[in-house]
């Protein structure tokens, strides 16, 4: 399975800062109540929204949620199911190894 992803105007390699400014510039803003979480791995960043006072202990990202990664080397985003960051970190690694990242010219259509 190929990971496909967008273009950003990241800064490369991404560093924390960035991931932070492409997540904010690039990604849908914030629900009300929601925190926005990153996450580091060795190839890029996990974004997702988490409810710090109403989610269970175990379960912090809520269901049905996005997880976006941004990927270091490129500053591209790819959309993700709600999987744990330690579970996408490794799927991430795996496409990456086979050559699977296919980052496309423009955004998808918003309809």
Known sequence: MDIHAYPTDA?????????TRVAAEHLPAEQPGHDRQI??????FTVFAVQP???P????????GSVYVIDK?????????TYP????????A????????I???TWPDQD
């Open 11 to 19: 800064h490369t390699p991404v560093d924390r800062a960035e991931a």
């Open 39 to 44: 996450i580091e791995f060795a190839d890029g």
């Open 53 to 55: 006072l109403h989610a």
């Open 57 to 64: 202990a175990d379960r912090p990202i809520p269901i049905g």
């Open 73 to 81: 080397a490129t500053g591209a985003v790819s959309f993700w199911p």
């Open 85 to 92: 960051s330690g579970v996408i970190a490794e799927h991430y």
């Open 94 to 101: 795996l496409r990456l190894a086979a050559g699977r990242l």
């Open 103 to 105: 980052v496309a010219e």
